[in-house]
């Protein structure tokens, strides 16, 4: 199915964390520099509740939007953009008032309204329940970027990617879009042996707020219409549904085992890994 969206589309968007290399022990990594920086007394609660986060027991998961203000966990429909239901950390529904039914992803500001897109976001959350400031995980996650690159074990070339964009790049227009700042993208890019394959980079795209807006300036940069794009990521609230939403090609890399829709133009696969253009 990839490869046939690959025949149809001129330009094809990728992410960059968890797309374009594979592996997820920098999570953890992260999860370390984010305890190290709560009070000792938290820590290991912070450590349990990972713990179970990652065993499927907490009701905090890939896909759930986390309101700091409330300290609850919500459910969210990516569609419909749907608040549908609270839980607290004890896993027990709680009744809300003066909350949005629907919460755009406009909406969403990292401060209280915290989209849960991917590997990176548990963590962070599970810090800011703890009292852990904004400022405070986002100088966990840039050290944590910064260890990945100087650290062994964290990065790891994904087997014929470069092989694989090598071929694409010379049909088809791509596009780098990932939340990422500048220097990491750089510095990732420069390990993997990606840089030179992009046509254009955007860094601290700011999704899923600004995905959509992205993907429409994309759009009218190359002169195509939206059935000519395909979007690659690992997160479906940043780069799958916003794609489908506007008539995109999208491919969700995922271990996910169920479909979160049916769609002609939506595929999922678990890796890039040895991926092959075929003619």
Request: charge should be negative; avoid cysteine; proline fraction near 6%.
């Amino acid at each position: 199915m990839l490869q046939q969206f690959i025949a149809k589309t001129d330009v094809i968007i990728f992410d960059l964390d968890g797309t374009l290399y594979e592996g997820e022990k920098h999570f953890s990594l992260l999860a370390e520099n984010l305890k190290k920086r709560l009070p000792e007394q938290h820590r290991k609660s912070f450590d349990y509740i990972y713990a179970e986060v990652l065993a499927g027991n907490h009701p905090l998961s890939i896909g759930k939007i986390y309101d700091a203000k409330e300290d609850l966990i919500w459910t969210w429909d990516p569609f419909t953009e749907k608040l549908v239901e609270a839980r607290n950390w004890d896993n027990e529904t709680v009744e809300v008032e003066n909350v949005p039914n629907t919460l755009g992803v406009n909406e969403f500001d990292f401060e209280r309204w915290i989209p849960l897109g991917d590997g990176w976001w548990p963590p962070h959350t599970i810090a800011r329940h703890f009292g852990l400031s904004s400022k405070g995980t986002q100088d966990a996650y840039h050290e944590t970027k910064e260890q990945m690159a100087n650290l062994e074990g964290f990065l790891h070339p994904t087997p014929g990617l470069q092989e694989f964009l090598a071929s694409l790049s010379t049909e088809k227009d791509l596009v780098l879009m990932t939340n990422s700042d500048a220097e990491d993208v750089e510095r990732l890019l420069q390990f993997l042996g990606l840089h030179k394959f992009f046509t254009d980079i955007v860094p601290s795209a700011l999704k899923p707020v600004k995905t959509k807006p992205y993907f429409e300036e994309v759009i009218k940069r190359y002169d195509v219409r939206p059935e000519q794009v395909l979007s690659i990521g690992d997160n479906f609230m940043n780069e799958i549904a916003p794609a489908l939403q506007l008539g995109m090609y999208a491919a969700w890399l995922t271990k996910e085992t169920q479909h979160p829709v049916q769609d002609e133009k939506f595929t999922m696969f678990p890796s890039l890994a040895n991926m092959k253009i075929k003619s």
